[in-house]
């Protein structure tokens, strides 16, 4: 049974600091990019960043970089997120996610996957901005 579970999530002041963490099971982890999705009320989910695990090429939503650091521990099957100088606007249900990289893609280099890649999805934390 494939398993995400997110954790880390919170409230914190603006320009404040969070570490969310995904601990994935179930599937191959060196075969997957796995991700995160953020989903502000209101508005459409989007993806924040992602992360090869094979060859730990990272990507970034512009508004993110600089920001926010993705990491990956290959050896615990798990995804770091650490999020750094916060901002009100970064207030969002924040989603691991996982997508099943095929070998054209891993030539390519996946880049950041939008929502709807993703082939599996944890249940999401809450993190809030505070101004």
């Known amino acids: 049974e494939v398993q995400l579970v997110e954790s880390g999530g919170g409230l914190v002041q603006a320009g404040g600091s969070l570490r969310l963490s995904c601990a994935a099971s179930?599937?191959?982890?060196?075969?997957?990019?796995i991700g995160w999705v953020r989903q502000a009320p209101g508005k459409e989910r989007e993806g924040v960043s992602c992360i090869t695990s094979s060859d730990g090429s990272t990507y970034y939503l512009e508004s993110v970089k600089g920001r926010f650091t993705i990491s990956s521990d290959n050896a615990k099957n798990t995804v770091y997120l650490q999020m750094n100088s916060l901002k009100p606007e970064d207030t969002a249900v924040y989603y691991c996610a996982a997508y099943w990289v095929d070998r054209r893609r891993a030539r390519l280099g996946v880049g950041l996957l939008g929502p709807d890649e993703y082939d599996y999805w944890g249940q999401g934390t809450q993190v809030t901005v505070s101004s």
């Open positions: 179930g599937f191959t982890f060196d075969d997957y990019a």
